[in-house]
């Protein structure tokens, strides 16, 4: 029996909790998986799963080895990678926000997969809340302030946020030259689909972080959506710059308020705290920092 073949095995069926679903991801016949873990369970001498028709469950003795495996897999991947001196390789599976990997990730995606040639990349896109272990995901890629303390997170960037509208909307209710002019504004509110709460606006003012409440008739909850509706004269936004660089270049909206900026929109790399970096997550991880150094 090949012990980190069945590792491997066992360490998947128990992260996705279906022998089904490990199949399909380590592109094996379930009956093959199946076989394998019935041989390893009466090597060890302990049951690691309890079957059932609906689910898979880890027993205690299960728990405790799943996290000895996990170790033990990616202190065996480092080991070879440094004694052969081969590259990372095998399966990688990411989790991307969507606007930054229109923006930043997808268009340098070519460098990467020509330094890692033996890595296989499979990519999602959710800006929602994603469960790493149970959906498979080894790491993802998100904005804004980190709130999980299940996960442990990497900063990747720091990304200019600012203020604007459409020349149409400014028009109507006229440009507005300090935060007390805000009173008298409309605003297109954004959402968080993971809390359902409405995202305030903020300012940098001395130092500090100030927010402000702006009324509104909309709220939204997608990115596109939210800079469409500044466009469309529907009220103030804030967002990351790059977001609205080429429609600020094409006049279809322009900054306000320059002088007291939002405060800058941290961009971090994210995986499971229990789970040993592999090789794979390592070098993808510091190639994010790259792509966001250089675009900075």
Not at 71 to 91: H, I, M, Y
Not at 122 to 130: G, H, L, Q, Y
Not at 196 to 203: C, G, H, K, T
Request: include cysteine.
């Amino acid at each position: 029996m090949d012990q980190v073949k069945a590792m491997k095995a066992f360490v998947r069926i128990y992260e996705r909790s279906s022998f089904t679903k490990a199949a399909d991801d380590l592109n094996l016949p379930r009956a093959t998986l199946t076989h394998t873990l019935n041989q390893f369970e009466a090597w060890l001498g302990t049951r690691l799963l309890e079957r059932s028709t609906r689910k898979v469950r880890p027993t205690l003795d299960g728990e405790a080895y799943y996290q000895r495996c996990v170790q033990l897999l990616a202190e065996l991947e480092e080991a070879e990678l440094a004694f052969r001196g081969v590259a990372p390789k095998g399966q990688l599976r990411v989790d991307l926000h969507g606007t930054l990997a229109k923006h930043f990730v997808i268009p340098a995606l070519p460098q990467f997969m020509a330094r890692y040639p033996e890595i296989e990349l499979s990519i999602s896109e959710a800006d929602r809340f994603v469960d790493l272990i149970t959906e498979g995901v080894d790491c993802v890629l998100r904005a804004g302030t980190l709130g999980d303390s299940a996960l442990i997170g990497k900063r990747v960037a720091n990304l200019e946020q600012i203020t604007c509208a459409s020349p149409g909307y400014l028009r109507q209710y006229g440009v507005p030259k300090s935060l007390d002019d805000l009173g008298h504004h409309r605003a297109v509110n954004y959402v968080s689909r993971t809390t359902a709460r409405q995202f305030p606006f903020e300012f940098m003012v001395d130092g500090q972080v100030k927010e402000v409440v702006i009324e509104g008739a909309l709220s939204v909850f997608g990115a596109e959506i939210y800079a469409a509706s500044a466009i469309a004269g529907l009220g103030i936004i804030q967002c990351p710059h790059y977001r609205m660089k080429t429609q600020i270049s094409q006049g279809l909206v322009q900054k306000i308020l320059a002088e007291t900026p939002p405060p800058p929109m941290p961009v971090s790399v994210l995986y499971p705290q229990n789970r040993h970096m592999s090789p794979r997550v390592r070098v993808f991880v510091d190639w994010l920092s790259e792509i966001f150094a250089d675009a900075s």
